[in-house]
C-alpha cells in the first residue's frame, strides 16, 4: 500500500494522539508550545500533499475496521482533502498566536488537549465516508469547542458568567441538533440499510429510479438541512452565533467563525450533493431564499453594533448567506463561486479575528466609541485589519474581490438576477459598516487620552506578528493569483454534480 494511503487516519489520529500527551507536558509550558506548534505545522504539511496525491493519482479511500459489510471508511476526495487543508492552516495559524494570547493557567491545563481533539473533530468530519461517523465528529468539535469557549486570553474582556450562558445557550440548542440529526440517520438507516453515504447514495438513485422512492427521503433531506443550516447559523438558525462566538478568545473565536461554521456549508455539499439528489429541486430554492435573508439579517445587526465581536459575528453570519447562496443556485459555477468564496471568507476572517483579539486588549475596551487613533500607537494590527476588512468586502488586490465577483458573474449567468440583485445591495452595507469600523479605531483622534501610555506597551508580541503576517499574504496571494483556488474548486463543483467517482471509489474498495 502506498503510504499516502495512511495519511487520512494520521490526519485525524495524530491530533487526538497529542490531546493525550499534551496532559503529560501539563508542567513544561514550552514544550508544550514547541510540541504543538510542530504537530500543527506537521498536519498541515501532510494535509497538502494528501491534496496534491488526489489531485494527481486520485481518491483515496482508507478501511479504519471491518466492521459490517463497509466497515469504517475515510475518504479523501478534492472537497474532503481541500477542507482539511484549509482547517490544517487556519489551526496552526491559530495554535502560533495562541501560544502568546492565551492566559498562562489556560495553556498548561486544557488548551492544547481541547484543541487538538477540536482539529481532530474537523478532519474527521471531512474525511469520513459514513454519516453516522460524521455525526461522532460533530459532537468532538461541540464538546470541544465549548471547553475553549470557557477559557481567558490577554484580549479577552467576556466576563465568565456570561461564558457560561453562551455554553449553556449552545449546548441545549446542540441538543435539539443531535436529537434531529439521530432521528435523520435512524429513518435513513431503516429505508436503505446502510450508513456510508456511497453506499446510501446508489440505493436511492434505484429506489427513484424504480419510481419506489418513498416519500419521507425528502423529510429526511430536510431535517439534515436544518442540522446543518443550524450549524452554518443560516437564517432563522443563526441567532445563537451573536452570543456565543464572542464569548470565545481570540484564536478560538477566528476558529468557530472562520472554520466551525464552514462544517455547515460542507455537510450541504457532500451529504445532499452525494445522497439527495432527487430533493434538491425542493431544497435549491429554499436555500436561495434561507440565504439571502441569511445576508441581509446578518449585515443589517452588523451596522447597530458597537461591540466589535458582536459586529464582527454578524458579518460572518451575513457572508456565510453569501456562501450559501452559490450552494444553492447549484450550477457548476455557482458551486466553484460557493467554494471560492468559502476558502477566502474562513482565511480573511480569521486573521480578522485574531486582529480583533489583539485590538481589544489594545485598547483595553470592546466597545468601538471608545476607541480611536490607533494607527499610531498600532500601525501593524490597523494595516492587517484593513486588509482582512477589504477582503470580506469584496476590494482588491485581495481574494475576497474574485470570490464575490465569480459569485456576482455565476448567479447572473444562471439568471438569479433578484438574488444576485439582493446580495449586491447588502454587499455595500458590507463595505459601509467595516470601513466604518476601521475609521472608527484606528483614525482619527485618541478618545481616551488617559490610557494613551498603556497603549504604547499593548502591542502583538513577535508570535502573534507571524500568525497575522502570514495570514495577510495569504489573503493578497489569493487576490493577486486567484487561478489555482478557481481550477480546484471547479474541479470540486463537477465533482460534486457527478458523485460517480466518489462511489465508485468507495464501493470498490469496501466491497470485500
Not at 488548551?111 to 474537523?122: D, E, R
Request: aromatic share 12%; charged share 10%; hydrophobic share 55%.
Amino acid at each position: 500500500m502506498d503510504s499516502m494511503q495512511h495519511v487520512p487516519i494520521i490526519l485525524v489520529a495524530l491530533p487526538m494522539v497529542f490531546a493525550a500527551i499534551t496532559i503529560l507536558f501539563r508542567s513544561k509550558s514550552g514544550l508544550q508550545k514547541a510540541l504543538n506548534i510542530g504537530v500543527f505545522a506537521g498536519l498541515f504539511v501532510m494535509s497538502l500533499s494528501l491534496l496534491l496525491d488526489v489531485w494527481n493519482n486520485g481518491i483515496i479511500v482508507y478501511e479504519v475496521g471491518e466492521w459490517g459489510k463497509y466497515g469504517i471508511l475515510l475518504v479523501a476526495d478534492l472537497l474532503g482533502a481541500s477542507m482539511v487543508v484549509l482547517s490544517s492552516l487556519i489551526s496552526l495559524m491559530a495554535m502560533i498566536y495562541a501560544t502568546d494570547y492565551m492566559d498562562r493557567r489556560a495553556l498548561d491545563t486544557t488548551f492544547f488537549p481541547l484543541f487538538n481533539l477540536m482539529a481532530a473533530g474537523l478532519n474527521g468530519i471531512f474525511l469520513t465516508g459514513d454519516i453516522f461517523n460524521m455525526f461522532v465528529f460533530f459532537e468532538v468539535l461541540v464538546l470541544s469547542s465549548c471547553g475553549l469557549i470557557v477559557l481567558t486570553g490577554r484580549g479577552d474582556h467576556t466576563k465568565m458568567a456570561d461564558k457560561l450562558e453562551a455554553i449553556f445557550k449552545y449546548l441545549i440548542l446542540n441538543m435539539v441538533s443531535i436529537i434531529l440529526m439521530l432521528v435523520a440517520i435512524a429513518s435513513l438507516y431503516a429505508t436503505v440499510g446502510t450508513l456510508n453515504m456511497a453506499d446510501i447514495a446508489v440505493k436511492i438513485a434505484y429506489l427513484a429510479e424504480t419510481g419506489t422512492l418513498p416519500w419521507h427521503i425528502h423529510v429526511i433531506a430536510m431535517m439534515l438541512i436544518v442540522v446543518f443550516g443550524y450549524k452554518a447559523a443560516l437564517f432563522p438558525l443563526h441567532f445563537w452565533l451573536a452570543d456565543v462566538h464572542p464569548s470565545a478568545p481570540a484564536p478560538i473565536h477566528a476558529m468557530l467563525s472562520g472554520m466551525v461554521i464552514k462544517v455547515g456549508v460542507y455537510g450541504i455539499l457532500r451529504v445532499h450533493y452525494l445522497i439527495f439528489h432527487e430533493s434538491m429541486f425542493m431544497l435549491q430554492p429554499v436555500l436561495i431564499l434561507l440565504s439571502l435573508v441569511t445576508i441581509a439579517v446578518g449585515a443589517t445587526s452588523a451596522v447597530g453594533q458597537y461591540d466589535l465581536k458582536r459586529l464582527l459575528a454578524y458579518s460572518s453570519v451575513s457572508q456565510i448567506g453569501y456562501v450559501l447562496l452559490g450552494v444553492g443556485m447549484g450550477t457548476a459555477y455557482a458551486l466553484t463561486a460557493a467554494m471560492v468564496y468559502l476558502v477566502n471568507h474562513a482565511i480573511a476572517k480569521s486573521m480578522l479575528f485574531l486582529a480583533t483579539g489583539e485590538t481589544l486588549y489594545h485598547a483595553g475596551t470592546k466597545d468601538i466609541r471608545k476607541m480611536g487613533g490607533f494607527v499610531q500607537s498600532a500601525p501593524f494590527l490597523s494595516v492587517i485589519f484593513l486588509i482582512g476588512a477589504m477582503s470580506i468586502a469584496g476590494l482588491p488586490p485581495t481574494g475576497g474581490f474574485f470570490a464575490k465577483l465569480v459569485l456576482f458573474d455565476a448567479g447572473l449567468g444562471a439568471e438569479y438576477y433578484i438574488p444576485i440583485g439582493i446580495a449586491l445591495v447588502f454587499a455595500i452595507f458590507t463595505l459601509f459598516y467595516l470601513f466604518r469600523t476601521w475609521l472608527s479605531i484606528f483614525w482619527g483622534e485618541v478618545k481616551e487620552h488617559d490610557k494613551e501610555d498603556a497603549y504604547k506597551t499593548r502591542n502583538p508580541t513577535i508570535a502573534i506578528k507571524i500568525s497575522l503576517a502570514l495570514l495577510a499574504c495569504v489573503v493578497i496571494f489569493l487576490g493577486v493569483y486567484p487561478e489555482p483556488l478557481i481550477v480546484l474548486s471547479s474541479t470540486i463543483a463537477e465533482q460534486l454534480l457527478d458523485p460517480q467517482p466518489y462511489i465508485a471509489a468507495v464501493l470498490e474498495r469496501s466491497v470485500r
